[in-house]
Nanobody, 121 residues
Framework: QVQLVESGGGLVQAGGSLRLSCAAS????????MGWYRQAPGKQRELVAT???????NYVDSVKGRFTILRDNAKNTVYLQMNSLKPEDTAVYYC???????????????WGQGTQVTVSS
C-alpha cells in the first residue's frame, strides 16, 4: 500500500511563510509527478503546483512568485515553500502523486489526507 503523509500546515499571519512536506511511502517503482492542491471552504479543489519527472513545474497564477515546489527524488518527498502568504491562501492543502508501484502496473493517482493552512489578516 502507498501512503502520502503531509506535514507543515498551521496558522500564520499574512506576509508570513510556511513549508509543507509530503512523503510517499510503501512499494514504489517510479513517481511520474507530484503536486499540491488546495480546497477552501465552499470552493472546488484547485491545483496549486506540480512537478513532473524530467519536466517543468507548474503553478496556478495566484501563487506564482510566492510559492515554490521542490522535490527530493531520493526521499520520494515533495515540498511546498509558501512565502508572502495571504488570507486567500487559507485552505486544506492536499498532496498528490501519480506513481507506478511495479514496472508492470499502471500509473495510479494517490492523495494525502490534507493539512490545514490558515492565514490571518
Amino acid at each position: 500500500q502507498v501512503q502520502l503523509v503531509e506535514s507543515g500546515g498551521g496558522l500564520v499571519q499574512a506576509g508570513g511563510s510556511l513549508r509543507l512536506s509530503c512523503a510517499a511511502s510503501g512499494i514504489i517503482f517510479s513517481i511520474n509527478a507530484m503536486g499540491w492542491y488546495r480546497q477552501a471552504p465552499g470552493k472546488q479543489r484547485e491545483l496549486v503546483a506540480t512537478t513532473v519527472s524530467g519536466g517543468p513545474t507548474n503553478y496556478v497564477d495566484s501563487v506564482k512568485g510566492r510559492f515554490t515546489i521542490l522535490r527530493d527524488n531520493a526521499k520520494n518527498t515533495v515540498y511546498l515553500q509558501m512565502n508572502s502568504l495571504k488570507p486567500e491562501d487559507t485552505a486544506v492543502y492536499y498532496c498528490n502523486a501519480n506513481l507506478r508501484r511495479t514496472p508492470w502496473l499502471p500509473v495510479v493517482e494517490y492523495w494525502g489526507q490534507g493539512t490545514q493552512v490558515t492565514v490571518s489578516s
